[in-house]
């Protein structure tokens, strides 16, 4: 790193001056002024300092106060679907009636003019777990009252269901005699036959008869990701499920200079469908070497350099396919008397065997590759811990730096687990609220025990964990601040409605200071770009952003307010908003 009396050879090309300079160094230090030379930091201090850097062609932007810190690192997300469905026929995440989720996709098929009755209506952002009344069924039936002779699919924001009409059911043979795939669950009613809602891996009988999209397509839906990252204030992110086509599609921002956030990519290992962990890791590779740019440069590049793997599914109804030490809880009452007892199910099978995980994690150790392991239920994390445990007993494991996503339901036992073997747990802050799926329902099926302990944020950071954040947009919307508002207080919107008023089991929030260092340094070390990124001290990339308010002084639940003024990576501002003019 440069130190500052070298940094003083020459001009900066910008100062920031007067401002409240929020560092994530290792103190959490606050300072006056910073200075930028060549897209990196070389000034961190007060004032007068600054002031020595400042020459003729020097930039002075007066922060008049406001706060100015790390760009935030998204540790976990999803930017082409988030793009695409950008595009595409959206219900919004809203909690809808069956009458206004049909109208919403009538009115889709009805603007539609030039589709065929064989081309697919493709649905997103569906809040399964947020129709009303509760427990409402969700069937094929619901679909086939519209209009239309369209094959019709609606997917989860969750992106573990998906439901289908009477035509798509046909179409992608979902029969009476259809086994499960691995992996996934065709729902089916009392006879037997399906009802059109398709779990996890069963949803590919369905997703591999959509028309991919086009090259056009797939750079509307990368462009469409990165305006509304600059927006957030997200200078770097992992997309944590991958394919040649989205890392095509950046590749060619990239080189028409309009990448504008540090873009890595996670690529999928599965074996489900015969692949090997040999060879499903050369697969890996071989997409390394055609799309991975190299050490971190200022202008920002991609990296290929973690692999994604699925333990289990998610613990929410009506999927129940989280993986759980314990079993789901049935009603064996009525729904007046409701008697939550112990049913048989415990979740599927892990989707990979301890067997499978152990010689996987050990090939990617090999490959100098890092595991992002989704885990939803507390035998996923159990087994992955497991897994990792062994795995760092070898030479080529102790270097490695494995991420457990999402993490919503960990038995206390294992909590200093994730200290003790180095694991980071990527946490997505939003869903530890109040909300329709993460009420009524989860705390009948989980129990009073089970139930205060889910979404451990904070329960994680006290046993030693270092928690990164990872928003895993499309999941929800993308909201940064209103995710680390809720990591804060527990507490969902104010018109969220009074039936979500208050917090989320008696668990604490996180302190404000936790809540940023996982959303900048933390989810930095994630990416291997510590060294780089994550924090304002001379030597490191200059990814930063100038805020509207100060996050540490406003009122907890103003956080979700917060507007960035202006977001800069490596030097260079990449959005200003009006606010900052």
């Known amino acids: 790193m440069l130190s500052a009396a070298h940094a003083a050879d020459k001009p900066a090309d910008t100062v920031y001056r007067n401002g409240y300079v929020y560092t994530v160094d290792a103190r959490d230090s606050v300072q006056q002024a910073l200075a930028v030379r060549g897209g990196r930091i070389v000034y961190v201090g007060d004032n007068d300092g600054a002031k020595a850097l400042t020459g003729k062609k020097t930039e002075v932007i007066d922060l008049q106060g406001r706060m100015l810190m790390p760009g935030l690192i998204d540790g976990h997300m999803h930017p082409q679907s988030g793009g695409s469905r950008l595009l595409n026929c959206s219900l919004n995440y809203e909690s809808l009636t069956m009458p206004q989720f049909q109208s919403r996709i009538q009115a889709c098929i009805d603007r539609d003019k030039k589709s065929g009755a064989d081309r697919w209506l493709v649905v997103v952002n569906w809040f399964q777990q947020g129709m009303l009344p509760d427990g409402v069924e969700t069937t094929a039936g619901m679909l086939d009252v519209l209009k239309t002779d369209r094959p019709i699919i609606v997917r989860s924001s969750f992106g573990h269901s998906s439901l289908l009409n009477s035509k798509g059911v046909k179409v992608a043979k979902v029969e009476r005699d259809t086994p499960d795939p691995a992996g996934g669950k065709i729902t089916r009613d009392d006879k037997g036959n399906a009802t059109g809602l398709l779990e996890d891996a069963a949803q590919d009988m369905a997703m591999n008869l959509l028309p991919p999209l086009t090259v056009a397509e797939n750079l509307a839906a990368s462009k469409a990701a990165l305006a509304a990252m600059r927006q957030q204030g997200i200078t770097s992110f992992l997309d944590a499920y991958t394919d040649p086509e989205t890392m095509t599609a950046f590749t060619d ?252 089991t008696a668990q604490p929030g996180m302190p404000r200071a936790e809540v940023l260092r ?44 917060i507007k960035v003024l202006q977001t800069v990576v490596g030097g260079k501002i990449v959005y200003q908003s009006k606010g900052m003019r």
């Not at 990296?303 to 064996?332: C, W």
């Not at 950071?461 to 990872?470: F, H, K, M, T, V």
């Not at 060294?531 to 990339?541: A, I, M, W």
């Open 253 to 504: 921002l990239q080189k028409q200079g309009k990448l504008t956030a540090r873009a890595h990519f996670a690529v999928l290992i599965d074996l489900d469908k015969g692949a090997t962990p040999q060879s499903a890791v050369a697969e890996l590779l071989k997409q390394q070497k055609q799309f991975d740019q190299g050490p971190t440069r200022v202008a920002p590049s991609m990296q290929v350099r973690h692999a994604k793997l699925f333990m289990d599914g998610v613990i929410s109804a009506p999927a129940f396919t989280g993986a759980m030490l314990e079993p789901y809880l049935v009603n064996k009452g009525t729904p007046e008397k409701p008697d939550w007892q112990p049913g048989a199910s415990t979740g599927p099978a892990s989707y990979f065997s301890q067997d499978a995980l152990r010689t996987t994690l050990k090939e990617l150790a090999r490959a100098h590759i890092d595991p992002h392991i989704h885990v939803d239920g507390d035998r996923a994390v159990r087994e992955s811990l497991d897994a990792i445990e062994a795995l760092r007993a070898t030479p080529e494991g102790k270097r490695v730096r494995p991420a457990l996503a999402h993490d919503e339901i960990v038995d206390p036992a294992d909590y200093p687990r994730f200290a003790r073997l180095d694991v980071t747990p990527v946490l997505s802050f939003q869903w530890g609220k109040p909300a329709p799926d993460t009420l009524g329902a989860l705390k009948d099926y989980m129990g009073p025990q089970r139930y205060a302990t889910v979404e451990p944020q904070a329960l994680l950071l006290n046993a030693g964990a270092r928690i990164a954040y990872g928003s895993d947009w499309p999941v929800d919307p993308l909201d940064e601040w209103f995710a680390l508002k809720v990591g804060v207080t527990r507490t969902a919107a104010p018109d969220a409605g009074k039936e979500y008023a208050g917090r989320l």
């Open 518 to 561: 996982a959303i900048t340094l933390n989810a930095a070390y994630t990416l291997r770009q510590e060294t780089q990124t994550g924090s304002l001290e001379v030597g490191k990339l200059a990814d930063m952003i100038v805020l509207d308010r100060n996050f540490f002084t406003i009122p907890a639940e103003d956080i979700a307010n």
